[in-house]
């Protein structure tokens, strides 16, 4: 049974990759989502945001706005992007079910993750986050809210910064209705604070930015590509999810989410490694030989970048 299921998320996977695109208009405009919520499990639903850049027409829902509804209550993955995401979020959930949020988990401390945080807090709701990222937030606030004006005009009003009230450092543990939540911290990867839940009962891995594979991942100044992998190989994998919701994209399996995250940056630190041993500079390092890649979305916007802060990390390694 597991072969089959795993056989048919691949192919689920494959088949979503290959109509991602960044052209793709707003598929839920009477909503402030991008994406009307599906079931990607029994009671386990995610709002799946754009491929492309955060923009006006997609309300900034670039990323997967996940929720898990048990008989106790909601358990909450991502703010949105600004009150008036996480207000058309919360509608969807009450379509759903009459039980209450009872946790908000901010998965990083990025704009998409976060700027909702108002909206739940004022109905009195926690919000939990990794305590690297609540430092990100409270050090980046005001230039993550003004990015987020900068493109949602007037979709920005009532929109402020709110600091999780709740944090944890490597792992945070409970259970609701039943259901036993993992908030993880599994190490460095893609930015500070990266979160994953792990509901182990189901085999189901929310993974956050730990995990892409329809987008090309983005290399920040402060990514440890070396550190990502070691997360990915020590803590990530081992777990072997059944089920994976990565942090921007359909849901799929550990099969995609490792060619086009881990096989990714083994790729690119291959080439770039070539670079340095080659005695080349910063320059060359932007024209390695990416081509495998360019059927993620945001290819054109990331893959220069990534390899010239790929070879700015390795070069003191």
Same mark, same amino acid.
């Given at each position: 049974?597991?072969?089959?299921?795993?056989?048919?998320?691949?192919?689920? %996977?494959?088949?979503? /990759?290959? =109509?991602?695109? +960044?052209?793709?208009?707003?598929?839920?405009?009477?909503?402030?989502?991008?994406?009307?919520?599906? +079931?990607?499990?029994?009671?386990?639903?995610?709002?799946?945001?754009?491929?492309?850049?955060?923009?006006?027409?997609?309300?900034?829902? !670039? *990323? *997967?706005?996940?929720?898990?509804?048990?008989?106790?209550?909601?358990?909450?993955?991502?703010?949105?992007?600004?009150?008036?995401?996480?207000?058309? &979020?919360?509608?969807?959930?009450?379509?759903?079910?009459?039980?209450?949020?009872?946790?908000?988990?901010?998965? !990083?401390?990025?704009? #998409?993750?976060?700027?909702?945080?108002?909206?739940?807090?004022?109905?009195?709701?926690?919000?939990?986050?990794?305590?690297?990222?609540?430092? +990100?937030?409270?050090?980046?606030?005001?230039?993550? =809210?003004?990015?987020?004006?900068?493109? *949602?005009?007037?979709?920005?009003?009532?929109?402020?910064?709110?600091?999780?009230?709740?944090?944890?450092?490597?792992?945070?543990?409970?259970?609701?209705?039943?259901?036993?939540?993992?908030?993880?911290? /599994?190490?460095?990867? #893609?930015?500070? %604070?990266?979160?994953?839940?792990?509901?182990?009962?189901?085999? /189901?891995?929310?993974?956050?930015?730990?995990?892409?594979?329809?987008?090309? &991942?983005?290399?920040?100044?402060?990514?440890?590509?070396?550190?990502?992998?070691?997360?990915?190989?020590?803590?990530?994998?081992?777990?072997? $999810? =059944?089920?994976?919701?990565?942090?921007?994209?359909?849901?799929? *399996?550990?099969?995609?989410?490792?060619?086009?995250?881990?096989?990714? /940056?083994?790729?690119?630190?291959?080439?770039?490694?070539?670079?340095?041993? !080659?005695?080349?500079? &910063?320059?060359?390092?932007?024209?390695?030989?990416?081509?495998?890649?360019? =059927?993620?979305?945001?290819?054109?916007?990331? $893959?220069?970048?990534?390899?010239?802060?790929?070879?700015?990390?390795?070069?003191?390694?």
């Amino acid at each position: 049974m597991k072969i089959f299921s795993n056989l048919i998320l691949f192919l689920f %996977g494959l088949n979503s /990759l290959l =109509l991602a695109s +960044e052209d793709i208009d707003d598929k839920y405009p009477q909503s402030e989502l991008y994406n009307k919520p599906v +079931e990607v499990i029994p009671n386990v639903f995610t709002a799946i945001g754009a491929t492309a850049p955060p923009t006006y027409e997609n309300a900034g829902h !670039n *990323n *997967n706005l996940s929720f898990v509804v048990t008989n106790e209550g909601v358990v909450v993955i991502n703010s949105g992007a600004s009150v008036r995401l996480a207000e058309a &979020l919360h509608s969807e959930i009450m379509k759903i079910t009459d039980k209450p949020i009872k946790l908000v988990i901010n998965e !990083n401390g990025q704009g #998409h993750a976060i700027l909702g945080n108002k909206y739940w807090s004022q109905k009195g709701i926690d919000i939990l986050a990794h305590e690297d990222a609540i430092f +990100e937030i409270e050090e980046n606030s005001h230039s993550i =809210l003004q990015r987020m004006k900068s493109y *949602n005009k007037d979709r920005a009003v009532g929109t402020e910064v709110v600091v999780p009230n709740k944090s944890f450092s490597e792992k945070f543990i409970f259970t609701l209705g039943g259901l036993e939540f993992h908030v993880l911290h /599994l190490g460095p990867a #893609h930015g500070p %604070g990266d979160t994953q839940v792990w509901l182990p009962e189901l085999s /189901l891995m929310i993974a956050g930015d730990m995990a892409f594979h329809e987008r090309m &991942l983005p290399i920040f100044e402060n990514t440890c590509t070396k550190c990502w992998l070691e997360t990915w190989d020590e803590k990530f994998a081992p777990l072997n $999810a =059944l089920y994976v919701i990565p942090g921007h994209g359909h849901p799929t *399996n550990m099969a995609q989410v490792t060619r086009f995250t881990r096989d990714y /940056l083994v790729d690119l630190r291959k080439k770039i490694s070539e670079v340095l041993e !080659n005695g080349g500079d &910063l320059a060359e390092a932007f024209y390695v030989d990416q081509q495998r890649w360019r =059927l993620l979305d945001t290819f054109d916007e990331l $893959a220069k970048r990534n390899a010239g802060r790929v070879f700015e990390e390795m070069e003191f390694e």
